[in-house]
């Protein structure tokens, strides 16, 4: 009965369920626990304007006439730190019912999110066998931030969707030639963008290993390739472009988001401050968060740019411990200081001495890295477009823990996470075809 019901035909439609009864669970545990409040990190109902509030506040402000503002009272200033996706979905529930309907926002969302792991094995199956690539989709399906995050009113588990579903229909577009398919993976490239704005360089990376791709295995390289690499450029912009013509409209700049300049001064660089640093008045008095403000992002990237000059070897130094940090924390933390803990099964606190949940996690996803190296080195030798591939994945994953800076969360390696996984189980089934002689499914 069980092989039936991962057998190739229909295994879609049971990874698709259990991944919904997962989500939902989780979704009716929290809501159980903690209250329709809890989706937007509230516990009474009321908003205090913390960074995960921001998504929800935006809708709210926007349907009472205040605009796209995070702030919860006046004056309410434009905001160019978050991207509209999240808050566009949650506008017609807060609408309706104001904030008491961002629970149903939410259970139609886990829905939506369930579908990752199901895509996920389309594209795990596009390099894996059968059953390596059922592996992997359980992986999604049970992955616990991913299952947590899809819970929390911000966008990382949207994101997680998003790139998955934008790497499948690439490797679509890569294995079987398509335009139709590059065209899909852009679309939702420009939609992630628009989702968190970390997609943006997620979307530069695509771009010029589709320009390699072409150079690489195009004979001969064709203006009808050329023209779709452009056309696939075009369709990301057209999708951002309202975005940025807002900002351009409101703010005076071009730009999708304030957050990078916002965090690389007041986190990445914090720690190397320079004695003689004095914000110019007409920056302080401009704006209620002047380093969010996005006009003044330029002044504030700057000034954290001339710090790293004056101190780099600080500057590296943090940034190397904390990417190391982030490549083996644990997902367990996040839910434990969101004040989430009855989640999970069993006691858990992060700042135990003796913490066997955390040691077990960091040797887990650190046996998954080696069989990710070597399925890497094997592709290359198997398959040089699925070793084209998988560098674009590794590629992909170095760049959100790298991009984390010195922040230590299990949630900024999150969304290339599962890529890294599909290039480990590669990497068993080379390992395991090469020493039990065991023939592909």
């Not at 205040?66 to 529930?93: A, C, K, N, W």
Request: glycine fraction near 6%.
């Amino acid at each position: 009965m069980i092989r039936y019901f991962f057998a190739e035909e229909g295994v879609t439609w049971t990874i698709y369920v259990l991944a919904l009864v997962a989500h939902l669970l989780v979704f009716g545990a929290l809501l159980h626990f903690y209250g329709p409040s809890s989706f937007f990190l509230s516990t009474d109902g009321s908003l205090n304007g913390n960074d995960s509030q921001h998504y929800v506040i935006i809708a709210k402000n926007i349907a009472e006439g205040h605009g796209y503002s995070r702030f919860v009272d006046l004056p309410f200033e434009p905001d160019g730190l978050r991207t509209p996706l999240l808050p566009l979905y949650f506008l017609p529930f807060v609408g309706a019912g104001g904030l008491s309907l961002i629970w149903l926002a939410m259970l139609i969302l886990n829905f939506i999110l369930a579908l990752a792991p199901v895509i996920f094995y389309k594209l795990s199956r596009m390099f894996l066998p059968h059953s390596y690539a059922v592996a992997g989709g359980l992986f999604l399906v049970f992955e616990p931030l991913f299952l947590y995050r899809s819970q929390i009113a911000e966008p990382d588990a949207l994101l997680v969707l998003l790139l998955v579903s934008a790497m499948y229909f690439l490797a679509r577009s890569w294995k079987l030639p398509s335009s139709k398919d590059w065209y899909a993976a852009t679309a939702l490239l420009g939609i992630s963008i628009l989702a968190k704005p970390s997609a943006l360089y997620v979307a530069v990376l695509v771009f010029i290993f589709q320009f390699a791709f072409i150079i690489s295995f195009a004979r001969p390289i064709s203006w009808k390739q050329v023209t779709n690499l452009c056309i696939g450029v075009l369709i990301t912009f057209a999708i951002i472009s309202p975005w940025l013509i807002r900002n351009h409209q409101v703010f005076g700049v071009w730009g999708v988001s304030s957050v990078s300049g916002y965090n690389l001064y007041e986190y990445y660089t914090a720690h190397i401050k320079m004695a003689d640093e004095v914000i110019p008045e007409a920056i302080q008095n401009g704006s209620r968060e002047p380093s969010r403000y996005l006009p003044y992002q330029k002044y504030f990237a700057n000034v954290a740019l001339e710090r790293i000059a004056h101190q780099p070897a600080a500057y590296a130094k943090e940034q190397a411990v904390g990417s190391i940090r982030n490549l083996f924390v644990s997902d367990l933390p996040a839910i434990y200081y969101y004040g989430h803990s009855r989640l999970l099964p069993f006691p858990y606190n992060p700042e135990s001495k003796t913490n066997m949940p955390k040691i077990l996690w960091a040797g887990a996803l650190a046996l998954a890295y080696v069989f990710a190296l070597i399925g890497w080195l094997s592709a290359y030798k198997r398959d040089r477009i699925t070793f084209f591939a998988f560098t674009l994945y590794l590629a992909l994953f170095a760049y959100f823990i790298i991009s984390s800076g010195p922040f230590v969360d299990a949630k900024y390696r999150l969304p290339a996470l599962s890529l890294v996984i599909v290039v480990a189980l590669y990497g068993v089934d080379f390992l395991t075809n090469r020493f039990l002689r065991k023939s592909p499914n």
